[in-house]
T-cell receptor, first 114, second 117 residues
Framework: AQTVTQSQPEMSVQEAETVTLSCTYDTSESDYYLFWYKQPPSRQMILVIRQEAYKQQNATENRFSVNFQKAAKSFSLKISDSQLGDAAMYFCAYRDTSGSRLTFGEGTQLTVNP | GAVVSQHPSRVICKSGTSVKIECRSLDFQATTMFWYRQFPKQSLMLMATSNEGSKATYEQGVEKDKFLINHASLTLSTLTVTSAHPEDSSFYIC?????????????FGDGTRLSIL
């Protein structure tokens, strides 16, 4: 069974600085999808960024980028120029290509200090 | 873009009441929807996979008779918490989308905060 691990329960960053959230996963599949979701205090789940395992190029979305290391099964999220609105719980998630079920990590609570 | 609507957003009711939560895909058809439960400061825990026109698939440890799921159409799944008790108080979230062999993500409803007195 696939597992997703986020080893940082909490992280903090100064406004305008850069922070990296870590995520590792375990799978025997060669093709799959990885996602980062953000859950602010409103508890709405918001997609931040996605990555297809067959793509070597790291995905980027404005201030958000990933460092995808397939061999190491690592999928970290980098947030540049952090803003107060980035404060939230961040979840890393895995999905097989053969299904639509998501496997979530434990989450990392990000605090942004003014 | 794709939107999933979940209703109601908040329920407060007495112990023993049954509560129905609706999850609708607004601009796409969803043969599969997912129901999650989330405790404070914890991750989403998958309860069951809702399959249109067939029985739901429940995760281990989730009581089928307690959490009834109906997926009667391609745009609507419902979760009924039967005879709810205080320990059923939690945040429930549904999702839909992310079909096989597609990089399209799942889209989530805004969740339902259930409080049983």
């Amino acid at each position: 069974a696939q597992t997703v691990t986020q080893s940082q329960p909490e992280m903090s960053v100064q406004e305008a600085e850069t922070v990296t959230l870590s995520c590792t996963y375990d799978t025997s599949e060669s093709d799959y999808y990885l996602f980062w979701y953000k859950q602010p205090p409103s508890r709405q789940m918001i997609l931040v960024i996605r990555q297809e395992a067959y793509k070597q190029q790291n995905a980027t979305e404005n201030r958000f980028s990933v460092n995808f290391q397939k061999a190491a099964k690592s999928f970290s999220l980098k947030i540049s120029d952090s803003q107060l609105g980035d404060a939230a719980m961040y979840f890393c998630a895995y999905r097989d290509t053969s299904g639509s079920r998501l496997t979530f990590g434990e989450g990392t609570q990000l605090t942004v200090n003014p | 873009g794709a939107v999933v609507s979940q209703h109601p957003s908040r329920v407060i009711c007495k112990s023993g009441t049954s509560v129905k939560i609706e999850c609708r895909s607004l601009d796409f058809q969803a043969t599969t929807m997912f129901w999650y439960r989330q405790f404070p400061k914890q991750s989403l825990m998958l309860m069951a996979t809702s399959n249109e026109g067939s029985k739901a698939t429940y995760e281990q440890g989730v009581e089928k008779d307690k959490f009834l799921i109906n997926h009667a159409s391609l745009t609507l799944s419902t979760l009924t918490v039967t005879s709810a008790h205080p320990e059923d108080s939690s945040f429930y979230i549904c999702s839909a989308g992310g079909q096989q062999n597609s990089n399209q993500p799942q889209h989530f409803g805004d969740g339902t905060r259930l409080s049983i007195l």
